[in-house]
């Protein structure tokens, strides 16, 4: 199992991530009380502190679409967290920060090598 945090200083919060073939496990410990049996991946947010989020992995799942599918989920979260609005003329935002959380995610797991800057 990996466990690691991404601090997102900008937005005042924290994701954990967590990778494991344990889903539904790690999931129930969080505290998320729905069936998530098959899930490759699951993007929580904790009531008791909603500047903490959570994104599970399936280690034997795991690939680029999962990767971006559970960090838009995320991005979204947290946009929506500090009222920031997604529409035509404001979408920079929500780019960047997807962008930043697939990297860390493919950092994380292992996959490919952080993009050098051009």
Same mark, same amino acid.
């Given at each position: ?31 998320? $009380?729905? !069936?998530?049996?098959? #899930?490759?991946?699951?993007? &929580? ?44 003329? $404001?979408? !920079?935002?929500?780019? #960047?920060?997807?962008?930043? &959380? ?17």
């Amino acid at each position: 199992m990996i466990k690691k945090t991404i601090i997102i200083p900008i937005y005042n919060c924290q994701v954990d991530v967590v990778v494991t073939d344990k889903v539904e496990e790690v999931a129930e410990q969080a505290g998320f $009380n729905e !069936e998530c049996t098959g #899930y490759e991946g699951l993007t &929580l947010s904790y009531p008791s502190n909603p500047s903490i989020y959570c994104i599970i992995l399936r280690k034997s799942a795991i690939d680029a679409c999962v990767i971006a599918h559970e960090c838009y989920h995320l991005t979204s979260k947290i946009m929506r967290a500090c009222d920031v609005r997604y529409d035509a003329g $404001n979408i !920079e935002p929500f780019a #960047y920060l997807h962008g930043y &959380l697939v990297e860390e995610l493919h950092k994380i797991v292992g996959h490919g090598k952080k993009r050098s800057k051009v």
